[in-house]
């Protein structure tokens, strides 16, 4: 089965509150990255935290990593509805040479 | 500096007809990937070069698609003969290489959708 799911599949709030969004992978890594893809569009990356890191931010994104449980989680404080997008995790995985696992994905909408 | 270009951005095709995706890189990309995006499933791995050479093709469904990129820079994806369950996205990605193992961001393209009746 393809590692890397992400849980809620779809999720809808409210400009301003926060959305979390989760990935859990199977195998051992050298990073995970996510992605945000809007309607039509092609795939935007976010930010990428390495293996040996436990959390990361870049601007209203905060990324944790737990590798004992091998899962992530996307934080998006103050949503905005420019955030209403599909956001995917992806992993590279330990020995491959770049090659990214795509989890399903989960679509946030962000009401006005 | 131009982004990962795509042509073209949408094909329609019959079954049994070849379709040719190119894929341009950003300049000085020496991997590049490709991606496929069946309807309703997940971003699948497709193949994977390093300048001119295929360094892993483990995705590829079959061999009714072939990969190319010759010259090392722009890449060609032909599926010959498509069938329906071709139809979907298809993405390539490019990125530096010597940037060292766990440190490499993926720049996409915005894909071609290929839609096959």
């Known amino acids: 089965s393809q590692q890397g799911e992400e849980d809620p599949q779809a999720l809808s709030i409210q400009e301003g509150e926060n959305a979390t969004m989760n990935c859990s992978y199977k195998?051992?890594?050298?990073?995970l990255q996510w992605y945000r893809q809007n309607s039509g569009r092609g795939l935007v990356h976010l930010i990428l935290?390495?293996?040996?890191?436990r959390e990361k931010h870049s601007g209203r994104l905060r990324v944790t990593l737990d590798t004992s449980k091998k899962s992530s989680s996307l934080l998006i404080t103050a949503s905005r509805a420019a955030d209403t997008a599909s956001y995917f995790c992806?992993?590279?995985?330990?020995?491959?040479?770049?090659?990214?696992?795509f989890g399903q994905g989960t679509t946030l909408q962000v009401k006005p | 500096e131009a982004g990962v270009t795509q042509f073209p951005s949408h094909s329609v095709i019959e079954k049994g007809q070849t379709v040719t995706l190119r894929c341009d890189p950003i300049?000085?990309?020496?991997?590049l990937y490709w991606y496929r995006r069946v309807m309703g499933k997940e971003i699948k791995f497709l193949l994977h070069?390093?300048?001119?050479?295929?360094?892993?093709e483990s995705g590829m469904p079959n061999n009714r698609f072939l990969a190319e990129r010759t010259g090392g820079t722009y890449s060609t994806l032909k599926v010959q003969p498509a069938e329906l369950e071709d139809s979907g996205v298809y993405f390539c990605?490019?990125?530096?290489?010597?940037?060292?193992?766990?440190?490499?961001?993926?720049?996409f393209g915005p894909g071609t959708r290929l839609t096959v009746l």
């Open positions: 935290i390495r293996s040996n890191e």
């Open positions: 070069f390093v300048k001119e050479s295929k360094q892993d």
């Open positions: 992806a992993t590279d995985r330990s020995g491959n040479t770049g090659k990214l696992i």
């Open positions: 990605a490019s990125s530096p290489l010597g940037s060292g193992r766990g440190h490499n961001e993926q720049f």
């Open positions: 300049s000085g990309h020496d991997n």
């Open positions: 195998t051992s890594i050298n990073n």
